[in-house]
T-cell receptor
Framework: NAGVTQTPKFQVLKTGQSMTLQCAQDMNHEYMSWYRQDPGMGLRLIHYSVGAGITDQGEVPNGYNVSRSTTEDFPLRLLSAAPSQTSVYFC????????????FGPGTRLTVL | DQQVKQNSPSLSVQEGRISILNCDYTNSMFDYFLWYKKYPAEGPTFLISISSIKDKNEDGRFTVFLNKSAKHLSLHIVPSQPGDSAVYFCAASAVNRDDKIIFGKGTRLHILP
């Protein structure tokens, strides 16, 4: 099993550009989520999904969109990048019945200039 | 409004001694608590969890204590080893209400030789 994979590892964007951070898992997990990690702020939940076709907002959803068309994939879209979105982004997944014990991907480091 | 608080940004402990990491929460609906460990440039990894029906859970060198009346939990690591140097995140969720998992800001643990 590859576990949770994220692409790209690093990305630099200009303000106003859009992009999609990819996340995939091969463990047949129902629950997937996106977090951002900023210095001194810990991990903040952006969006999450409890299954294909179902998504919901976390603590800091503004400026981000998600969709869940398959169990395996949970992409995060930045519609119009802003410097405040400079961060490290982590995707995670888990079984729904043990959804709290999440497996995290290696992260994507995003810089918005 | 920070629902999960880790008030110590960093902690230094001598190798072989006990490390105690603390976490407080404000949401009385939280009923499941977790600790994650994170090394630089990697995603967090699950360490140990505890349900609100318990007040203690042990796994090898790691023990988590929960004091519901004080809305406080702690992670004890005995004995501390060099590989324990990492950032530790406390997380909480209200299992029967929603699927959000809220993290604290983390505590950086340094194990001194």
């Amino acid at each position: 099993n590859a576990g949770v994979t994220q692409t790209p590892k690093f990305q630099v964007l200009k303000t106003g550009q859009s992009m999609t951070l990819q996340c995939a898992q091969d463990m047949n997990h129902e629950y997937m989520s996106w977090y951002r990690q900023d210095p001194g702020m810990g991990l903040r939940l952006i969006h999450y999904s409890v299954g294909a076709g179902i998504t919901d907002q976390g603590e800091v959803p503004n400026g981000y969109n998600v969709s869940r068309s398959t169990t395996e994939d949970f992409p995060l879209r930045l519609l119009s990048a802003a410097p405040s979105q400079t961060s490290v982004y982590f995707c995670a997944s888990s079984r729904r019945d043990w959804y709290n014990e999440q497996f995290f991907g290696p992260g994507t480091r995003l810089t918005v200039l | 409004d920070q629902q999960v608080k880790q008030n110590s940004p960093s902690l230094s402990v001598q190798e072989g001694r006990i490390s105690i990491l603390n976490c407080d929460y404000t949401n009385s609906m939280f009923d499941y608590f977790l600790w994650y460990k994170k090394y630089p440039a990697e995603g967090p990894t699950f360490l140990i969890s505890i349900s609100s029906i318990k007040d203690k859970n042990e796994d090898g060198r790691f023990t988590v204590f929960l004091n519901k009346s004080a809305k406080h939990l702690s992670l004890h690591i005995v004995p501390s080893q060099p590989g324990d140097s990492a950032v530790y995140f406390c997380a909480a969720s209200a299992v029967n209400r929603d699927d959000k998992i809220i993290f604290g800001k983390g505590t950086r643990l340094h194990i001194l030789p």
